[in-house]
Every structure is written in structure tokens, then in C-alpha cells.
């Protein structure tokens, strides 16, 4: 089966494309060329549709739908966009549609979104309209819980995840603000965040407050939960409802703080992160710009690092949390987009690695289509 990688970048959208074999990429596009693209995703349940999370210099945050694998695109007739505040009350503005989420198998044209600031939003044709989740936006400790600034972009709404076994059941995440759950179909949500470090917050174990770069789910074993954070790489088994600091056993030089967290589709065991320098300036890049990936095959005890065909120094850049990707493949295959706009892909788990695209701008986001 041919693949296909969307690519979102702050210039535009493209695509790559392979044979069934990946050997030899085809990069197309540019689509919606000077458009900030935030996140590209397609539907499971209909192959055809794919949607994106756009800023656009003109008409603002909006989402645009494809009903033909991306060869031609229409802009929702509703885009996601917060109620009307009541009087005395302030009102709040979309500034960017940052991550999509395709609903539940059993509910078809059911699409969730997230935003900057933090906003869920809910759409059930296909993507043509979206209405706000009340549950979550107008929640009472919303003030609470999402903190601002939250990011260098702003505060933001991502991991938007739906339990395969229950529409009912979804997380998401809030940078800054932490995980949160629902199991009412968004109408109430539940802080998650036990056992979750929070370095720059002056309370020891605070119930929220956190910033989880991303968030994933295993849809084999849904009970387990990975998670990169601004402070950590932790996985959560439920019941349980206290995270496990699973980067302690990353390489002390090289730390636990990035932005994606990939998980093998059919191995809850094997997980994969990319990170980055996490010291006392921030400065976002590879540590010491010698760029790698690290794997797990045992949930988190142990990890090895992954940079065979890699720059082996002065590769200053990371790789953002929607830009890290595996496709279903037998023989797995793994794809990561830099902020210095390069796409990398391996077909053998991260074993060895292969430049695939160069001299794209910074790339935000990177999903698999088939």
C-alpha cells in the first residue's frame, strides 16, 4: 500500500508520497502557500476526508476539508469560534485552530478541535460547522486550569484523545494547564495530572497548572496513556490516576524534556521521543546539536538511543509535538519533521534514518494518510 505524509509547515501545507515499498518519496504542493498550517489530519473512518488547522494572513483561524485526499479544498462554513460573551463578561477570540481529532469509529463526521486559547470545540458533518463544547469552555475553574501565557505562541488545547471502547471517554491537554478527562462526552472534566512534575510551579504536586506537550493514547490497550511533558516523559496505566516518571531512566545528559511522544500501534510496550535542550536558557534544539531519537520497547525501564544516518553534530534543530509520526506498516515506519524544515523517515523503528525532503519552511506538523 502507497503512503502519504502531510506535511504542515508555517509557509504552507504539502505532501509526500511513497510506493508501498518507501523507498522513493515524491514531494507535492506547496497548497495554501503563505497560510500558517498547524496540523493536517485525515479521517480513518473516511479516507478521503482530510482536514487542516489553518491560520490564514486574511481570514483568520479557520479549517479547511478535503473530500478527495487533499486535491481540492473548501473552507468550513462555521469555523470553530467561542460564544458570544453575555454583558459584564469578557469576551474570548479564536486566535488559532491548533490540533483536530476525528471522533469516535461509531460516530462518522463527528471531528474535535482545539485551540489557542484554550478551547474545545466539537463538529458532526464532516467538519462544515463547529460548535463550541460548553462543558469545557464555560467550565467554572477554566480560568483556573489554563494558564497563561502557556507558550511562546500562546496557551493552547492539543492531545485531543477519544477512547476507542467509549465515545464518552476523552482527554486532552492544555499548555499550560495540564491533562484533563471527561467521561460524560465533554459536559464535565476531572484534572489528571498526580504524579506530574512541575518545576516552575512554587506548589509541590499541584492538582493542575502543569504543561504536557503531548499526550497519547494506546488504541490496542487504552488504558495506557504516554505522555511527554515540559517536565518529563511519564505513562499512566489506569485505573491509576498518577502518572509514572518514565524519563528517569533517559540518559542524565541528554534529559526527558521534548515535544512528540510516538507509540507503536499495535505494541503498547514501544514508544518513541525526540529530545531536546531543556537547560536553563531554553534555546529548543537538539542537545548539543547532535539531533536523535530515543526508543523504548519495554513501556518506559529502559531506552536506547536512535541516530544512525542523523547529523552527527550541528544539527540544531527539534522536531514540535504534532511533527513526530509512525504509519501501520508490518515493518514499522517512523517520520519526523524539523523546525529547520527538513523530513526524516525510517522503515526499520528508528534503527537508521534517511532525509526524505529539505529547504521546507519550519514544519509544525507531520501525519501518516493511507
Given amino acids: 500500500m502507497a503512503s502519504t505524509l502531510w506535511v504542515g509547515t508555517r509557509k504552507g501545507a504539502w505532501a509526500l508520497r511513497a510506493e508501498a515499498r518507501r523507498r522513493s518519496w515524491k514531494l507535492a504542493g506547496p497548497q495554501f502557500l503563505g497560510h500558517i498550517i498547524h496540523h493536517v489530519v485525515q479521517d480513518p473512518r473516511e479516507p478521503k476526508v482530510v482536514l487542516i488547522a489553518a491560520k490564514t494572513g486574511h481570514l483568520g483561524p479557520t479549517v479547511f476539508r478535503s473530500t478527495d485526499r487533499g486535491r481540492t479544498w473548501k473552507e468550513a462554513a462555521l469555523p470553530p469560534a467561542f460564544r458570544r460573551a453575555a454583558e459584564g463578561e469578557a469576551a474570548r477570540a479564536v486566535d488559532a485552530v491548533f490540533w483536530l481529532t476525528p471522533g469516535h469509529a461509531s460516530e462518522r ?160 510496550d514501544k514508544a518513541w521521543v525526540f529530545p531536546m535542550d531543556g537547560t536553563t536558557v531554553w534555546p529548543r534544539t537538539s542537545v548539543g546539536g547532535k539531533p536523535a531519537v530515543y526508543g523504548t520497547r519495554n513501556a518506559g525501564r529502559s531506552w536506547q538511543r536512535l541516530d544512525r544516518g ?9 522536531v514540535l509535538r504534532q511533527a513526530m509520526c509512525a504509519d501501520e506498516s508490518e515493518r514499522l515506519g517512523l517520520y519526523f519533521g524539523t523546525t529547520a524544515g527538513e523530513v526524516w523517515a525510517s522503515t526499520n523503528e528508528g534503527e537508521s534514518w534517511r532525509c526524505i525532503a529539505r529547504h521546507l519552511p519550519q514544519i509544525y506538523s507531520l501525519t501518516h494518510a493511507i
Avoid at 154 to 172: A, E, K
Avoid at 310 to 318: I, K, R, V
Wanted: aromatic content about 10%; overall charge negative.
Fill in 109 to 268: 463526521g463527528t471531528w474535535y478541535a482545539g485551540t489557542s486559547p484554550a478551547g474545545l470545540f466539537r463538529s458532526e458533518d464532516h467538519g462544515e460547522r463547529w460548535e463550541p463544547v460548553a462543558g469545557f469552555n464555560d467550565h467554572p475553574m477554566l480560568d483556573k486550569w489554563a494558564v497563561p501565557p502557556g507558550s511562546p505562541i500562546g496557551q493552547l488545547l492539543h492531545s485531543i484523545l477519544v477512547d476507542p471502547r467509549d465515545p464518552r471517554h476523552l482527554y486532552l491537554g492544555i499548555s499550560s494547564g495540564g491533562v484533563f478527562e471527561s467521561t460524560d462526552g465533554g459536559r464535565d472534566w476531572t484534572p489528571l495530572n498526580a504524579g506530574c512534575a512541575a518545576d516552575f510551579n512554587p506548589e509541590p504536586d499541584p492538582e493542575y497548572g502543569h504543561d504536557p506537550h503531548c499526550v497519547a493514547l494506546h488504541p490496542e490497550m487504552p488504558d495506557r496513556l504516554y505522555q511527554q511533558n515540559h517536565c518529563g516523559i511519564y505513562r499512566l496505566d489506569r485505573p491509576s490516576t498518577r502518572w509514572v516518571r518514565i524519563g528517569d531512566a533517559m540518559p542524565r545528559r541528554i534529559g526527558d524534556i521534548g515535544f512528540p511522544v510516538v507509540l507503536h500501534p499495535r505494541d503498547p
Fill in 310 to 318: 542523523l547529523p552527527p553534530t550541528q544539527g540544531w534543530f527539534t
